[in-house]
């Protein structure tokens, strides 16, 4: 090998910083021919690298330095492996005025050592070596206490799918969406409002499965969405395997993570179950009640406990509490170890998921009651007569409880003795969505009429009221920024931005209908699910 021709053979990030939020290492290469022109062509062991330059051409004597930087962002699911950075040259020589190729190619192997470090949560190196070559490679989760891992998209260190920013160099930024804990309504109380700014067209990211299945009994019944951590969970009912599971998915990819079959092949309702997230574990709660604890991030089963069955609403999670609404009783678990804290029995069944705010529970029930009871203590803390049945859950917001009767009549009360505050009326069709808070201060309630309604929270007034579509809007709607997604019985997503502009925003199978608990918002993502079989995450664009 000619020693002049580069000043390294090997790239080892494992010493290198970070130099203005990247790693870089630098190479020199020289022509140390004093009669001929040196074409150079560099190739990277994978998108994880850049070169640059890549190609270039050296006169007698001179030299040009080459920047190796380091580009986690587009690293594998099993992440950087040690490998080689291919050199190829080539000589030419000028005669009669023509460059003339010297005799061969040359070629070189520079070799690249990834950064590698301890697994941020027990402290174990991190790594893959292959027994051939000796190499290690970063991979995606920690093979000692298996925690997952996600590189810094910036500087290539490990973290962990919590973190949302670097570990190493708190300036890079991992993630910033809110995460999607309860359904409907984003959190325990049902009224989280996402910030980000968003358009109100949808084009499809990713979708389980890809198709529809022309196979009836081979369709999967999904549960409403939750996404936290950029994890994306979902329950569904598998006819043709005889099972239920629930998923995990990666939200911005759709890459599969890990899958739980649940011992309850009864699985969790599709139109009105859901599942809640407090913490990093994931709750579930089968019509048969069985419920179960998940590590969101591993996918590892953590508990199971029993409640009576007759679960057929979501169930909310918040601290140390968790909340499962079975028959006409509110099951009341300790979120770390299962353990029952209090059974509070209501007198008349549970049709929507309750809301948990404050140390207490609310509960809509099908004997026109809006009951509260106390986390602390399981005392009853009110109960508040209405005109109808409840098939929406409550939502807790600017210290006021909503709820909306199948009547129609929405109902606003103080949570603190259920003293009613206002009614309204939204029609006599009424709904069975549950009210959305949105970041313009207003009241969302769609429904059966396929009426979309926006309320004065303080006073009940209707600001505005207008159709959004011909088919009734039984799924909760979801909003960020302003604009206002929606599920239809025609089988399309339809938005409504923040002047009150409809679109159709996306087009399902003709004849499915747009079902579950509710829509779920990450970013600029929107999860919902279709009686065609499919789970769609699609993004908003302008």
């Known amino acids: 090998m000619n020693d002049t021709l580069l000043d390294r053979v090997e790239l080892d990030f494992r010493q290198v910083a970070p130099e203005s ?11 140390p021919d004093p009669n001929s022109i040196l074409h150079v062509g560099l190739k990277a ?73 301890a697994c ?8 893959r070596t292959d027994s051939a070559t000796g190499d290690t490679a970063l991979i995606g989760e920690c093979r000692k ?12 260190t490990p973290n962990t799918w919590v973190d949302r920013v670097c570990r190493q160099n708190p300036g890079h930024i991992l993630r910033t969406q809110k995460d999607w804990q309860s359904s409907p309504g984003g959190s325990a109380d049902h009224a989280l409002i996402p910030g980000d700014r968003l358009g109100r067209h949808l084009a499809r990211a990713w979708s389980v499965p ?71 574990l994931l709750f579930a709660a089968t019509v048969g009640g069985m419920v179960t604890a998940i590590d969101i991030i591993r996918g590892v089963k953590r ?77 009853l803390l009110w109960t508040t007569m209405t005109d109808g049945p409840f098939d929406a859950s409550p939502m807790v917001y600017a210290e006021t409880v909503y709820s909306v009767s199948t009547n129609g009549t929405v109902y606003a009360m103080s949570p603190e003795t259920g003293a009613v505050l206002w009614t309204a009326s939204i029609g006599t069709r009424g709904t069975a969505a549950s009210p959305i808070a949105t970041s313009l201060n207003l009241l969302a309630i769609v429904g059966e009429d396929g009426f979309i309604h926006l309320l004065d929270p303080a006073t009940g ?67 919902g699910t279709s009686t065609n079989g499919l789970l769609y995450a699609l993004r908003a664009t302008e």
């Open 303 to 379: 508990w199971e406990a029993r409640t009576e069955a007759g679960v057929y609403a979501g169930i909310s999670a918040s601290g140390d509490n968790v909340v499962i609404p079975a028959g006409s009783s509110l099951y009341v678990l300790n979120s770390t170890t299962g353990d029952q804290k209090f059974v509070l029995p209501l007198k008349g069944k549970i049709n929507a998921a309750p809301a948990v705010s404050t140390n207490r529970v609310f509960a809509a029930s099908d004997d026109c009651a809006i009951t509260a009871f106390s986390l602390e203590t399981g005392a």
């Open 145 to 156: 206490c298996g925690e997952r891992i996600k590189l810094c998209p910036i500087c290539g």
């Open 461 to 527: 007034h209707t600001v505005r009221s207008k159709r959004v579509a011909n088919s009734p809007l039984r799924c909760t709607p979801a909003s960020s920024g302003g604009t206002i997604f929606l599920g239809a019985d025609d089988g399309c997503f339809y938005s409504v931005d923040q002047d009150f502009n409809t679109s159709l925003a996306y087009e399902t199978t003709p004849g499915s209908r747009i079902v579950s608990a509710g829509l779920a918002i990450y970013g600029d993502l929107i999860f």
């Open 21 to 31: 939020g990247r790693s870089r290492i630098k190479l020199k290469v020289t022509n």
């Open 45 to 117: 062991p994978g998108p994880w690298l850049d070169l640059i330059p890549a190609q270039f051409a050296l006169g007698p004597g001179q030299h040009q330095s080459v920047v190796a930087e380091l580009r986690p962002d587009n690293s594998s699911v099993d992440g950087m492996t040690a490998s080689d950075i291919t050199l190829y040259a080539q000589y030419f020589t000028i005669q009669n005025g023509k460059a003339v190729p010297g005799p061969g190619d040359i070629t070189y192997e520079i070799h690249v050592i990834p950064p590698h470090s």
């Open 210 to 280: 890809f198709f529809p299945t022309t196979r009836m009994n081979a369709i999967l019944e999904w549960s409403a969405a939750v996404v936290s951590y950029g994890i994306v969970a979902c329950a569904n009912l598998d006819p043709e395997r005889g099972i239920a599971a629930i998923s995990g998915y990666e939200a911005a990819t759709g890459v599969p993570l890990w899958e739980i079959e649940l011992r309850d092949a009864s699985g969790i309702y599709p139109d009105r179950g859901g599942l809640s997230v407090s913490g990093n």
């Open 120 to 127: 941020p949560n027990c402290g174990a190196e991190l790594g």
